[in-house]
């Protein structure tokens, strides 16, 4: 006997004046063409796809419903709305994968519960870890730059006593950050393992990623 496949849909836009109706009618349609039976839907209007998990509800509420096994495929509109980083966008699918969880992407007509999805969701990994290598090859010019300059990372230390003491926490950090980047971990396991947001990690990885070459 054939089981109906349960999806939950996600929806985001970047401004307060769009609207996510346009891209929960597709993938409605989408749903009905395939036969699933759509459980629950999840939104995210008027944030960027470069905000984190912790400051996207709807991708947090969705990732928990994964995690609970209430889903059997996640749809979405295009890949630019669950994420702006291919190193990003693999980690989802990882998470996504162990719990059996299968992603639709309308635009990119990528579904990886057939032959075919999953053979690009094996390249994207060849690309992602491309991505990451050029990451952490400009991470560690930074850090050796700075280093050999004898600059201190972080915020300068000034005015009072708490005010050297706060600049010395985000120093360090600052490095602890870029350092594990360096190592090749993601956003996510940073932020977990050092009590900080993702925002956090990616404002500094973003920060010296941007950085001028020597």
């Known amino acids: 006997m054939k089981t109906t496949k349960r999806v ?14 346009n891209q929960r009618l597709e993938l409605e349609g989408v749903a009905a063409r395939h036969g699933w039976e759509v459980v629950a839907t999840f939104e995210d209007a008027g944030i960027s796809g470069a905000k984190g998990r912790d400051q ?3 991708l947090d509420a969705m990732m ?3 995690t609970r096994r209430e889903v059997d495929l996640v749809a979405a509109w295009s890949v630019d709305r669950l994420g702006r980083s291919l190193v990003d966008l693999l980690s989802l699918l990882r ?4 719990k059996g969880v299968d992603l639709y992407l309308h635009i990119q007509g990528l579904d990886t519960s057939t032959s075919s999805g999953k053979a690009m969701f094996q ?11 050029m990451i952490t090859e400009r991470v560690n010019a930074g850090l050796s730059r700075a ?6 990372l972080g915020r300068p230390a000034r005015g009072t006593e708490k005010d050297r003491k706060k600049a010395a926490e985000w120093s360090r950090v600052h490095a602890q950050v870029l350092e594990a980047r360096a190592a090749g971990k993601g956003k996510v396991k940073i932020a977990k393992e050092l009590g900080i947001g993702v925002s956090t990690v990616d404002k500094i990885v973003r920060e010296m990623a941007a950085s001028p070459s020597s």
């Open 8 to 21: 939950a849909l996600y929806l985001r836009v970047s401004t307060s004046g769009q609207t996510v109706e």
């Open 56 to 58: 996207r509800p709807g």
């Open 64 to 66: 928990k419903a994964v």
């Open 95 to 98: 998470d996504l994968h162990e």
């Open 123 to 133: 390249m994207m990994g060849v690309f992602a870890e491309f991505e990451r290598a």
């Open 147 to 152: 280093k050999a300059n004898g600059t201190k």
